[in-house]
């Protein structure tokens, strides 16, 4: 698979888990999608890398939300500053991240940028995620 492909695989997997987030009810929160929602699962993400996932159905509900969100993000932002450091045209995209980042490092900034920006969770989670991701990691 091409990049082309794998940045609009990841374009489609964001916009995916997305509608899949705003659109399933969630046992314990009314706004799962926003940013207040997902970190819970994100912070359980990150204190349970490396396992597997078990736990409660919420607890699992939880981090796949995360996981699900922040891997659209994650690859269609670094898709687009590897095409953009192919082609070098114009400024780096704003939807983009420096490729080398890893996944666990991407949900690391979402988690501080989050904790550190308590006015915006009740925005939604993707916008958080985007922010927090281009400020930590910004396409060179």
Known sequence: MGMIEYARNGIASFAAATTLLMTTVHPSQADEWSTEGILPGCELQLSEAGKPLEGSANDLLERMSCISLMRGA???????????????TGPPPVFSMSPETTFNASIQSFVNWARDHPEHWGRDAATGMVAAIRETFPCE
């Open 74 to 88: 994650h690859t269609a932002m670094a898709s687009a500053c590897w095409h953009w450091r192919k082609t070098r």
